[in-house]
Each structure stands twice: as structure tokens, then as C-alpha cells.
């Protein structure tokens, strides 16, 4: 089976009263910053983790060897690398690295921890795709890696970019430490962790790209989202992942700034195409007809998602507006259940979801109602819910994924090899596994373009999913600290951050 990276999406200022509203005390001079997560973290292994927030915690402890500039133009930056070099044939990379990096408890970064680093990732169940194609990692001195690929990989620099480069020596110390009591070469040093409550930072005075502005950081366990806006209102929190059910609120306080970023992530319907009448690529297309994608947009995201039938997003490699759109056409729905001998009123059995798209649901279960489609809702526990839908033992079921970096990772909702991971609709056919195995390996930008441009007529003429709409991340934080514009993925780096 293969490696994958899916995401599925799961000191305080003082306050005092003036006129019936809360004031925030003025920032001056503040350092230290708490910033609200939905989820306690699991683990906090720089290659074996799984959820957004651990994501956002590791990316702070631990450097890449190359970052991906958030300009547009995505063109890699030095981190601990600061040079690289690709062979003419793309199956070597060579990187140079900085000679003054160090990590957390003083000890010298070299080569050494950067291939390890990497075969660690090699190994991965969870980040493993990030090095895709990667055969084999030499050193010939301390301060030069030579990554082997199989075959030439033109994503293969977007992945290095988001591998964590980690102490091999603290490792084989002790792998406890090392999951629990995390030593990096980043901006930021693990501080303690209490387990469902806090992750706590501290600034890294010997970070090799100067000491960051913000010296303290606490990562403050708050799952209910009405406790977090009223923590951002008070000033007991600093910054925060929301929902859209607060922007209202929070939107009138201006001392509350609200960001909304793009993101690849998309809300879909995934149908088990193993499954009878899911197997009927005709029944598919008369589902992504029948739902009205611009009421789930304004009822389930209160108008903060964009709405994309295309897995692909909009801003993403590979997307074409010519390529196929299903708009809400309920009569042309009725039509293709007529194409496929279903006679209506129709029993598709349960609509399986997670606790959190049972709003979702209800919209969809009346969309299918109106087709003659019957559903029954049946929620589940987010964990127990993964669990069914991995295992393919459900029929028709709706979410919300993220295949975030190069649009190579949409292979793993296409593709065999990933059937029982990502690939929800376990949809298998030799000729999507082979376009995927071209834009693998194809180097010139235009002709991988067409390819991609192939795979996305194809899955939405096959209607493989019913894609909804690609949710905006959505962030709220105090208006007296400082954020650059976050880049598309809305990945945020506290080192830029400042009051």
C-alpha cells in the first residue's frame, strides 16, 4: 500500500469594562502569543502525523531544506539547504546545506540528519507521498545530500519542502523523546505539552535566520467554536482557526481582523463505485446534477466556500474552465436515473457521515429527495467513521479532504494504489493509473498541463465524485498583530508574525 498525505478536516491580556463592551488592553510591547486549536495533537513525530494541527505545531519546531515561496510564483527559498542542483537527466538533486543551523539542544545539523530525515519519510504511512520517487539518499561530505530518484519527478521539490529535517542522533537516544519532547532546528523549541489542554513554545535564540519577535507560544486546546470567539473577544486568545458560523460575530469587533484564504481542499460526495447502483456512471452524473452546490455554499458555509464541481481547485495546476461543471439541473438528474433503468422513488440506503457534516447531510438527503432518491442519515464518530469509509463497507457518504501540494496528490483520490486510503470512490481503471504515471514524469510544464487537463475531463465525464465547493480557511486574530498575507493552503509560519 502506499504512503499517503490526506488531511481530513477535524498568557492572556488583561481585560476590563468600558461602556458594556470588552476592551482588549493595547499590545505594546507584548512577546507572547496564544493561538486557539480545535483538537488536542496525537503525536508529535515530525514524519507519522496525520491532522492539520499537528501540522501547525511541528511546522514550527522543525525546519524543511527548501520552503516554497508563497508568491505566487512558488519558486523554492534556502532554508537549511542554501543551494541545490538538478542533474540534466532530473534524477539526481543535490543540496548544499548551510553550515551554520543547529538544532535545539546546540548539536551541529548536518548531511547525516537530513538522510535519515528522509528515509524516515521514505518509511512513512502517513507523510510518505511527500517523497515520492525517491530511490536512495547519499552524503558525500557533512554539509552535501544526493537525493536518487527512480525516475525523473518533476513534483519531487514541493515534497522536499514539506519533509522536517530531525536529529538523528536524538533519536536513536531515545524514540520516547523524540515523539513526546520534540528537538528541532526551527524558529520555535517544544516548551511541555498537557495532554488536552496546552502545547507550549519558546523562541530558539540560536536559529540560524535570527531569534523570531514572538519568544512565547501557547497552542491552547478549545473545541467548541462559540468558546474560542468569545476567547479572541476578551483577548485570551491571540489567533484562531474558525468557522463560519463566527465571522458575525467577530466581524463586528474591530479588534478582530478575519482572513479568508483559498484553499485545495474540497467538500465532495464520495460513492462506493464497487457498490451497486454507485457502479453506474450514470446514476453518479444524476447525483452531481441533483445537488444545488450554491445552497450548500450559503446554508452549510455561510457563503465561505467557492463552488467547484471540479476536484481540482481553481487556483490549482491542471485546472481548465473547459473542462466539465455539473450545475444543479434536477430534470436532466431524473433523466440519466431513467438512462440507468432506476424507476424513482429509489432507496440509495444510508448517507454515512462524520458527527460534523451532519448539516451537510440533511441538505444532500433533501437534494437526493427531490430526484427520488432516498437516503437515511447515519452519523458517526469522526474515528469510527474513518474507519467504514477506509474500508469501503459503506455506500454514499460526504466530507470534507484536503490533497494539499503539487496536483500529482490527487492521484491518491483516483488511483488502485490508493484504493482503502484516499481513493474513497474505490475507483480503479488502467488508463486513469497510467495518465497519473505520465504526469509523474513529465517534465515540460505544457505537455504535463494536457495530461492533467485528460484526467479532469475523464474523472468528471466518469463523475468518480460529486464535488461541492473548495471552503475557504478561515482565520481571526488580533488587529494589533501583525500577519503577512497568508499564502494559498493558508499554511502560517509564527516566525513572520509580530505585535
Known sequence: ??????????????????????????????????????ADVDVLHPSDFSTTVEHDILSQIYDPLMYMNPDGTHDPEPRIAESYEVSEDGMDY?????DDVTFHDGSALTAADVQFSLEM????????????????????????????????????????????????????????????????????????????????????ENYYRGAATIQNVTFEVIPDQSTTAMALQTGEVDFASIESSTIAQLGANDTIT?????????????????????????????????????????????????????????????????????????????ALLEEAGIATPYDLGELLVAEKYSNLATVLQSDLAAVGLNVTIGVKEFNAYIDELTSGSYGITALEMTLDGDSQMLEMAFTTDYIGTANNARYSDAEMDELFNKTRTETDTDARAELFNQILTKAQD????????????????NSSLQCPEFPFEGIYSIYDFAW
Open 258 to 334: 478575519i482572513a479568508e484564504v483559498p484553499t485545495s481542499g474540497f467538500t465532495y460526495v464520495s460513492m462506493n463505485t464497487e457498490k451497486e447502483p454507485f457502479n453506474d456512471a450514470k446514476v453518479r452524473q444524476a447525483i452531481n446534477y441533483a445537488i444545488n452546490r450554491e445552497n450548500i455554499v450559503a446554508v452549510c458555509y455561510d457563503g465561505e466556500a467557492e463552488v467547484n464541481s471540479n476536484i481540482c481547485s481553481k487556483d490549482r495546476f491542471g485546472y481548465s474552465e473547459e473542462q466539465p461543471q455539473y450545475t444543479y439541473d434536477p430534470e436532466k438528474a431524473k
Open 1 to 38: 500500500m502506499k504512503k499517503f498525505t490526506a488531511f481530513f478536516a477535524a498568557v492572556a491580556m488583561a481585560v476590563s469594562m468600558a461602556g458594556g463592551a470588552l476592551m482588549v488592553q493595547a499590545s505594546e510591547g507584548k512577546t507572547d502569543l496564544t493561538i486557539a486549536i480545535d
Open 462 to 477: 466518469e463523475a468518480i465524485y460529486a464535488v461541492i465547493a473548495n471552503p475557504l480557511t478561515l482565520y481571526a486574530y
Open 121 to 204: 519519510y521514505m518509511d512513512s504511512e502517513y507523510q510518505g507521498s511527500q517523497v515520492t520517487g525517491l530511490a536512495s539518499v547519499e552524503t558525500p561530505d557533512d554539509y552535501t545530500v544526493v537525493c536518487h530518484l527512480e525516475n525523473p519527478y518533476s513534483p519531487f521539490m514541493l515534497g522536499v519542502c514539506q519533509v522536517h529535517i530531525a536529529s538523528k542522533a536524538y533519536f536513536e537516544s531515545s524514540e520516547e523523546d523524540f515523539v513526546n519532547a520534540p528537538i528541532g532546528s526551527g524558529p520555535y523549541k517544544f516548551v511541555g505539552r498537557n495532554k488536552g489542554s496546552n502545547v507550549t513554545l519558546e523562541a530558539y
Open 94 to 98: 543535490t543540496f548544499h546545506l548551510r
